[in-house]
C-alpha cells in the first residue's frame, strides 16, 4: 500500500509562484515514473506533468516554460514547482505514482 501526502497548495496572485510537494513515506520511488494531475471545476481531470525514473520529463502546453517537476528520491518525495502562475492554472492538484492517488491539494490563482 502506498500512501501519498500532498503539500503546498494555496491562493496566488496571478504572476505568482507555488511549489507543491507529494511524499511517500517509507516507500522507495526511485524505480517509478510520477506524475503531476489537475482538475479544475467542471472540468475532467487532465495531466500537467510527469517524471521517468531516469529523469526524463514532460509537460502539457499549457504549463510548459511555467512548471518544472522534480523527484528527491532519498526523500521519497516530488515536486511540482509552479512559476507565473495563472487564474486558469486554478484547480485541486493531484500527484499519481502508479495506481496511487495523492488527497489533492487546492490551488487558486487570483487576485
Known amino acids: 500500500q502506498l500512501h501519498l501526502v500532498e503539500s503546498g497548495g494555496g491562493l496566488v496572485q496571478p504572476g505568482g509562484s507555488l511549489r507543491l510537494s507529494c511524499a511517500a513515506p517509507g516507500y522507495g520511488l526511485d524505480y517509478h515514473g510520477l506524475g503531476w494531475f489537475r482538475q479544475a471545476a467542471g472540468k475532467e481531470r487532465e495531466g500537467v506533468s510527469c517524471i521517468t525514473s531516469g529523469g526524463t520529463t514532460v509537460y502539457v502546453d499549457s504549463v510548459k516554460g511555467r512548471f518544472t517537476i522534480s523527484r528527491d528520491n532519498a526523500k521519497n518525495t516530488m515536486y511540482l514547482q509552479m512559476n507565473s502562475l495563472k487564474p486558469e492554472d486554478t484547480a485541486v492538484y493531484y500527484c499519481?505514482?502508479?495506481?496511487?492517488w495523492g488527497q489533492g491539494t487546492q490551488v487558486t490563482v487570483a487576485s
Open positions: 499519481s505514482v502508479g495506481r496511487y
